[in-house]
């Protein structure tokens, strides 16, 4: 069974920044690609981030060059760094682990971007 624990999740200005970590087992760290997704309201749950085991990253069109994938191998940690967050940003952001035709999910944290 695979457990995921996100954190960080709030309220922000639009403009602001947020980071979301997620941590899983050591096991899971170690071999599973990591991502987070998002659903907004009466919406599909589309990729925001994914990152692979050996660190190739991708994004979504829409965070590319504002939001940043990282993972802290030693922590077991999978991270989301949201820059300059825009209102259309505002979802529940879940952290996801795959391999192969498997694939998991945390329980959510909600990012909502708004004055």
């Known amino acids: 069974q695979v457990h995921l624990v996100e954190s960080g999740g709030g309220l922000v200005q639009p403009g602001g920044s947020l980071r979301l970590s997620c941590t899983a087992s050591?096991?899971?760290?170690?071999?599973?690609?990591m991502g987070w997704y998002r659903q907004a309201p009466g919406k599909e749950r589309q990729l925001v981030a994914r990152?692979?085991?050996?660190?190739?990253?991708n994004y979504a069109d829409s965070v590319k060059g504002r939001f940043t994938i990282s993972r802290d191998n030693a922590k077991n940690t999978l991270y989301l760094q949201m820059d300059s967050l825009k209102p259309e940003d505002t979802a529940v952001y879940y952290c996801?682990?795959?391999?192969?035709?498997?694939?998991?999910w945390g329980q959510g944290t909600q990012v909502t971007v708004s004055s």
């Open positions: 996801s682990a795959d391999r192969g035709s498997f694939a998991s």
């Open positions: 050591e096991t899971i760290f170690r071999i599973y690609a």
């Open positions: 990152m692979t085991t050996t660190g190739f990253a």
